[in-house]
T-cell receptor, first 111, second 113 residues
Framework: EAQVTQNPRYLITVTGKKLTVTCSQN?????MSWYRQDPGLGLRQIYY???????DKGDVPEGYKVSRKEKRNFPLILESPSPNQTSLYFC??????????FGPGTRLTVL | GENVEQHPSTLSVQEGDSAVIKCTYS??????FPWYKQELGKRPQLIID?????GEKKDQRIAVTLNKTAKHFSLHITETQPEDSAVYFC????????????FGAGTRLFVKA
């Protein structure tokens, strides 16, 4: 089954404790993105990747890192999380720059 | 910076009526305009999209129109049904030279039975 998976689905952590949210797709898609969703703000792109070892900043990259060492995986890293990074995070993938397939989301709370 | 404005933020219609959601974008280099539907607690899913070389596209009860000169595009849902109740997001992105995608803030659609 074609899908995008994210782990964990829910995470509560404390300020400053490094964390990684994993994203994996099995559709051999070139393009992958991370978004955060906050009430009244829609989805905002954090980072995107157009292929292995090719990443670029989206609209709100501050405080986040990504890597794309393999085509199927695109982890999101928060080196020192802060409360303003409490949000719902979605990973998405697509073949070229059209239809994006979203993962199930990761709800992150930073205390 | 680039932005996408979406209106209205909330829309309530009677079952069977039409619903229209409008978006405007700022980056004239945008050339791909998808619409996503997000049901409560679920992930966004593409319902229709339009590319900049097309003015209108229709898929059953859903249609999208694009006016590149005005940088404006709209979603039209006809014969609305209760299962159309959800949050709808428009987006604008460049399909060449990058993958930056800007989403609108969303429209919460209520369809009353």
């Amino acid at each position: 089954e074609a899908q995008v998976t994210q782990n964990p689905r829910y995470l509560i952590t404390v300020t400053g404790k490094k964390l990684t949210v994993t994203c994996s797709q099995n559709m051999n898609h070139e393009y992958m993105s991370w978004y955060r969703q906050d009430p009244g703000l829609g989805l905002r792109q954090i980072y995107y990747s157009m292929n292995v070892e090719v990443t670029d900043k989206g609209d709100v990259p501050e405080g986040y890192k990504v890597s794309r060492k393999e085509k199927r995986n695109f982890p999101l890293i928060l080196e020192s999380p802060s409360p303003n990074q409490t949000s719902l995070y979605f990973c998405a993938s697509s073949q070229r720059t059209d239809t994006q397939y979203f993962g199930p989301g990761t709800r992150l709370t930073v205390l | 910076g680039e932005n996408v404005e979406q209106h209205p933020s909330t829309l309530s219609v009677q079952e069977g009526d039409s619903a229209v959601i409008k978006c405007t974008y700022s980056d004239s280099a945008s050339n791909y305009f998808p619409w996503y539907k997000q049901e409560l607690g679920k992930r966004p899913q593409l319902i229709i999209d339009i590319r900049s070389n097309v003015g209108e596209k229709k898929d059953q009860r859903i249609a999208v129109t694009l006016n590149k000169t005005a940088k404006h595009f709209s979603l039209h849902i006809t014969e609305t049904q209760p299962e159309d109740s959800a949050v709808y997001f428009c987006a604008a992105s460049m399909r060449t030279g990058g993958f930056k995608t800007i989403f609108g803030a969303g429209t919460r659609l209520f369809v009353k039975a």
